[in-house]
């Protein structure tokens, strides 16, 4: 059975024993810790990122020589904490048979249901009680996450950061009892200000931006339509005047026409006259 050790532990090749990373194994420990203190998601990142400790990425980096170019990869993130407490790997079981490849290819993910799970695969470094409060509390929250997400932000997923170019994400400021919706660049709300600045725009003034973009554009329409109709005004003025304009020239050419086909005759006239005369006749 092949194994790819998860973030916390490797595999000797020569005995292929898997053994624990003490690191990494320390910041598995510190991210169930903080999670069950009460500790949200995102404040346990910046945390680790303040505490220097490695990342995943880093990690598959020094031991495989897998490197990755994004700096991002090498911070803690909403999704990389996240990873870390849904992993059972880390109370020993190993699930397998999760897809089916043909010709080296991924053909399809397999149903939960049919995966094959192993027990006491990988030495635990959380207990099974603390794993299985931390997924109780990972629902709680995805479930009141869901419901306060119900109304979609007007400008999600069309605005991007002018600085590291990733999307900006809206988020709720409460000030003096009312509530303002901004957007904020995603690798600064995720990452802190070691990675972008932390610029971020109110919805309202995206609003009366647009609002005066739709109104230039607007009214640089109807400009055109004015113009439009002022010609089409002309046109229908000088008409008249080109249509029998048109007509004159129209006479003259086939006047012109007649003329040139009588010259023509002539000229034939003249060439048969020429040779009678040559051959006598």
């Not at 880390?90 to 290819?105: A, I, P, S, T, W």
């Not at 009312?178 to 971020?200: A, F, Q």
Request: net charge positive.
């Amino acid at each position: 059975m092949v194994v790819i050790p998860p973030f916390g532990y490797w595999k000797d090749k020569n005995t292929n024993e898997i053994l624990m990373i003490p690191e990494a194994a320390d910041t598995v420990r510190r991210i169930f810790q903080l999670f069950l203190d009460g500790m949200t998601l995102m404040p346990i990142s910046r945390i680790l990122n303040q505490e220097t400790r490695k990342t995943p990425a880093q990690f598959q980096m020094e031991l495989y020589g897998k490197k990755k170019p994004d700096i991002r990869q090498f911070l803690w993130s909403y999704t990389s904490v996240k990873n870390v407490l849904q992993d059972e790997s880390y109370v020993g079981v190993l699930y397998n048979h999760q897809d089916e490849v043909r010709d080296g290819k991924r053909f399809r993910k397999v149903p939960e249901e049919e995966w094959f799970r192993h027990e006491n695969v990988y030495p635990p470094i959380i207990s099974r009680e603390d794993w299985e409060q931390a997924q109780a509390l990972l629902q709680k929250q995805r479930r009141k996450r869901a419901k306060s997400n119900a109304p979609c932000h007007r400008y999600a997923g069309l605005l991007s950061c002018s600085n590291c170019g990733a999307p900006l994400v809206a988020i709720n400021r409460y000030w003096n009892g009312t509530c303002r919706v901004e957007y904020i660049c995603k690798t600064y709300m995720r990452h802190g200000k070691d990675t972008c600045t932390s610029h971020r725009i109110r919805e309202e003034k995206l609003d009366t931006m647009v609002w005066e973009l739709v109104s230039a554009s607007r009214e640089s329409r109807a400009e055109e339509q004015n113009k439009l109709a002022q010609m089409q005004k002309m046109w229908a003025l000088r008409k008249p005047i080109l249509d029998a304009h048109i007509l004159l020239l129209q006479k003259r050419i086939q006047k012109l026409e007649q003329e040139i086909d009588g010259i023509v005759m002539e000229h034939i006239q003249a060439l048969s006259n020429i040779n009678l005369k040559a051959n006598g006749i």
